[in-house]
């Protein structure tokens, strides 16, 4: 089975672990988080991050890293070798929860479903409307003006 590294700005990381493991308490042992301190220096988080990917025990990785350019998402990039890992920045708990779900697949087809899964997981909501209306109607001559 493939093994989930979430690499983010602490407490990020911990914390989608823990809502995932709430949600799934089976996965437990298949994700693991490295929280990124904001004083450490990149070189210990890319040493912790070789260490998790080795305490994992799984032969492919697919990583999760929080906000692209940023430190986390750069130690990311230097473990992740195209082969036996994948990685996708940009993690939320909706990404997480379907890399979760579909960890019997493929790394390919598992990196392609966390990103379906974080993009279709972010939506917009408005306060009055039920989920899947449109909204208001307005005349064809109707101007909504934004600032």
């Not at 195209?82 to 697949?105: F, Q």
Request: glycine share 8%.
């Amino acid at each position: 089975m493939i093994g989930i590294l979430i690499i983010a700005h602490a407490p990020l990381a911990s914390a989608l672990r823990e809502c995932a493991v709430h949600v799934f308490p089976d996965c437990a042992t298949g994700v693991m988080a490295l929280d990124v301190l904001p004083d450490e220096a990149p070189e210990t988080s890319l040493f912790k991050a070789r260490e998790a990917i080795r305490s994992l025990g799984a032969s492919e990785v697919l990583l999760l890293s929080d906000v692209f350019g940023a430190t986390p998402c750069n130690v990311a990039q230097q473990i992740n070798d195209g082969l036996n890992t994948r990685l996708v920045a940009g993690v939320n708990l909706p990404m997480l929860l379907r890399s979760v779900c579909y960890r019997n697949e493929s790394l390919e087809a598992l990196a392609a479903r966390a990103h379906a899964g974080g993009t279709q997981g972010v939506m917009p909501v408005g306060s009055t409307a039920p989920q899947n209306q449109t909204g208001k109607r307005h005349a064809p001559s109707h101007n909504d003006h934004q600032q």
